[in-house]
């Protein structure tokens, strides 16, 4: 019997959720918690609800079932949330959590303050793939659900080279390799693969970086004039922050793209020792020590003054 058992009992209808501009750990979890359920359960109807996967995730099996709205007719006997750190980033399937009392969260994020009945948030953890497969029996897990729980561990470790990446890490992986997967493909084709023009809006960025604070911050920042041009949407400016942090020298590297009339989201990452979690909560975000994120107001120049602000403080 697995840990899930408990949790499912007299479950008939499942939805899963992940957060706002799914990230590859989201993608995996979500759709890894669907393929369980699918191979295992055949008493559970589950739906996934995310905003649209970019198709470069199309290799995990029934990914095109996601469901990108909420019809109001719907009801669930449980709802089960992964990767999600606050109620607010729940996106698609948020009415569903206002309503529902049955709601079960794996997570990760150190930030994560929310109240349901059942959380399960390991801020240790590599990734919430990592905390759902705590919960699956190993024999259990088919190679479509290997597939998509790989791909979030390795998507959230940076392929297995942040600090997150632990020994524990490693040998669930290992187990996940086992089932056969390719795991090369996956890591290829999800994680560094980009087309010609993210390569392009990527070398811009690199090209218009500035640090700052001599040197130990790394700033740089789109515009939507930009992604307008490039024909491009957010989910094209993945891995930028993670060049820029590659800088030698940078402690912190700080992203923002405009979302809207002065407004930005903001992607921090630290090397060793800032915590940039802190200071994305206090503009409303969140996050991990070494990776976090916000949304924030103000012109481009405003919003880098008041994160190099805060952040000088604690250097
Ligand atoms: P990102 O920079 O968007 O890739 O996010 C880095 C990390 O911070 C991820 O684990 C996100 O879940 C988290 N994060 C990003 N934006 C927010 C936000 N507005 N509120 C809470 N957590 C966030
Ligand atoms: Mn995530
Ligand atoms: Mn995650």
Redesign the pocket.
């Known amino acids: 019997m697995s840990r899930l058992d408990q949790y499912l009992k007299g479950v008939r209808k499942a939805a899963i959720a992940g ?1 706002m ?1 799914p ?1 590859g750990d989201c993608i995996g979890s979500t759709m890894g918690m669907y393929l369980y359920l699918r191979d295992n359960y055949p008493g559970i109807e589950a739906d996934v609800y995310l905003e649209q996967p970019k198709p470069e995730f199309s290799y995990i099996s029934g990914i095109d079932r996601v469901k990108t709205e909420l019809s109001a007719d719907v009801s669930y006997d449980i709802l089960i949330l992964t ?1 999600i ?2 109620p ?2 729940i996106g698609v399937a948020g009415p569903l959590a206002e309503q529902m009392e049955n709601i079960i969260c794996f997570d990760h ?1 150190v ?1 994560n303050d929310s109240s349901y009945k059942w959380l399960f948030n390991e801020p240790q953890a590599s990734s919430a793939c990592e905390v759902i497969w705590k919960f699956m029996d190993e024999e259990k897990i088919t190679k479509d659900c290997a597939e998509a729980l790989y791909t979030g561990i390795a998507h959230d470790t940076g392929i297995f080279q942040y600090s997150n990446t632990s020994p524990e890490t490693m040998r669930i992986a290992a187990k996940l390799m086992e089932k056969g997967i390719d795991h090369s493909k996956i890591i290829n084709d999800s994680y560094y693969q980009k087309s010609y023009v993210e390569n392009q809006v990527m070398g811009r960025a690199l090209l218009e970086s500035i640090l700052m604070l001599n040197g130990k911050i790394i700033v740089s920042y789109v515009s939507r004039k930009t992604m307008q041009f490039y024909g491009i949407g957010p989910k094209d400016l993945d891995g930028i ?1 993670a060049q820029l942090r590659n800088t030698k020298g940078v402690e912190v590297a700080i992203f923002l793209y405009e979302t809207d009339t002065v407004t930005y ?1 903001v ?2 990452r630290s090397k060793d020792f800032i915590d940039v979690s802190i200071v ?1 909560a206090m503009f ?5 020590k070494k ?5 924030m107001h103000g012109t481009h120049l405003d919003v880098i003054n008041n994160l190099v602000g805060e952040l000088s403080r604690q250097f």
Do not use: I, Q
Not at 284 to 288: I, N, S, T, V
Not at 291 to 295: I, M, N, S
């Open positions: 957060h501009h990230d990767d750190s606050s607010e980033r994020h930030t922050v989201k992607s921090l994305a409303g975000g969140g996050g991990h990776a976090a994120g916000c949304t």
